[in-house]
């Protein structure tokens, strides 16, 4: 079955301009997730999303970035007033049921460039 | 979050056994101990998780001691298409099943 994609693949913006950022988890998962990589670095945990539960926002690094998931499925990352710091590789990831330890799926994830 | 520690990178041949070796001095009794597997361009894939003694799946080993402060990823008869960055993971954060990657190990694989 199709796996997690995102959408842009590839995005170039200006500092100051607001970006939006898509996922599509795998069908059936109920859980989301966000992650920042920048350039050479591990993995920086930003939301999570598990069925109807308020999403852990406790990642995201400053109110620019919100998220939002409609219907238990599709999100979407939306960072305001970008900063040439926000350059990274935004990756989406799901899995079955948020469990703890279940194997995480990721997408291709998004690369930004503030500029 | 119990950290890690493993080797910023490590070269090999094609054909040859890998071994990547991760520290985790304080892992928590509950913590699994997981590895993904990143190519460049693409997001991380998982590809063992184990809490104890020796788990084998289609494309790796993972041995992990009696004490578990250390477990050791095994790539048998890596190839090529084996360079990738490989990271080590223990325990996730019970609140939201939290991911925390630290810088993982470059494996470059030589003809």
């Known amino acids: 079955g199709a796996g997690v994609s995102q959408s842009p693949s590839n995005k170039v913006t200006e500092k100051g301009k607001d970006v939006e950022l898509r996922c599509d988890p795998i069908s059936g998962h109920t859980a989301l997730y966000w992650y920042r990589q920048s350039l050479g670095q591990g993995l920086e945990f930003l939301i999570y999303f598990q069925g109807n539960s308020a999403p852990d926002k406790s990642g995201l690094p400053s109110d620019r970035f919100s998220a939002e998931r409609t219907g238990g499925s599709v999100s979407t990352l939306t960072i305001q007033r970008t900063q040439q710091e926000d350059s990274a590789v935004y990756l989406c990831?799901?899995?079955?049921?948020?469990?703890?330890?279940?194997?995480?799926?990721f997408g291709p994830g998004t690369r930004l460039l503030v500029l | 979050l119990a950290k890690t520690t493993q080797p910023i990178s490590m070269d090999s041949y094609e054909g040859q056994e890998v071994n990547i070796t991760c520290s985790h001095n304080n892992i928590a009794t509950n913590d699994y101990i997981t590895w993904y597997q990143q190519f460049p361009s693409q997001g991380p894939r998982f590809i063992i998780q184990?809490?104890?003694t020796k788990v084998t799946n289609e494309v790796a080993s993972l041995f992990i001691p009696a004490d578990r402060k250390s477990s050791t990823l095994s790539l048998p008869r890596v190839s090529l298409s084996d360079t990738a960055v490989y990271y080590c993971l223990v325990g996730v954060e019970a609140a939201g099943n939290k991911l925390t990657f630290g810088g993982g190990t470059r494996v470059l694989v030589k003809p």
């Open positions: 184990g809490y104890k």
């Open positions: 990831a799901s899995s079955p049921s948020g469990r703890i330890g279940e194997t995480q799926y």
